[in-house]
């Protein structure tokens, strides 16, 4: 059983930055690859980015490659999103999931559990 916790989200303006971080709880948060999804109202919720348990693999959804980065800290049981260049298009609630898994799942029916989600709003 892992819990996950979002932190980070906020209201900023376009052009800015964001981090969200995602703590997670357990002692095996090394054994789960990570992703990042994102919901806007009346949207489904899409893939953002996910990596792996070690970090060395990631991906990104088209929308946000060069303007987010994932990384994690096993040694804090933490996943980050650095999210920068923000658009208005960017707004949505963003939650993190977690898979015991190899390699970096993309798709949300993929991952086992998920937090509750932190709110980005960018302004125009």
């Known amino acids: 059983q892992v819990q996950l916790v979002e932190s980070g989200g906020g209201l900023v303006q376009a052009g800015g930055s964001l981090r969200l971080s995602c703590a997670a709880s357990?002692?095996?948060?090394?054994?789960?690859?990570m992703g990042w999804f994102r919901q806007a109202p009346g949207k489904e919720r899409e893939f953002v980015a996910a990596?792996?348990?070690?970090?060395?693999?990631?991906n990104y959804a088209d929308s946000v490659k060069g303007r987010f980065t994932i990384s994690r800290d096993n040694a804090k049981n933490t996943v980050y999103l650095q999210m920068n260049s923000l658009l208005p298009e960017d707004t949505a609630v963003y939650s993190c999931?977690?898979?015991?898994?190899?390699?970096?799942?993309?798709?949300?029916?993929?991952?086992?559990?998920w937090g509750q989600g932190t709110q980005v709003t960018v302004s125009s």
């Open positions: 999931a977690a898979v015991d898994a190899i390699g970096v799942p993309t798709t949300k029916r993929r991952y086992d559990y």
């Open positions: 357990g002692r095996t948060f090394s054994t789960y690859a």
């Open positions: 990596i792996s348990r070690g970090g060395r693999m990631r």
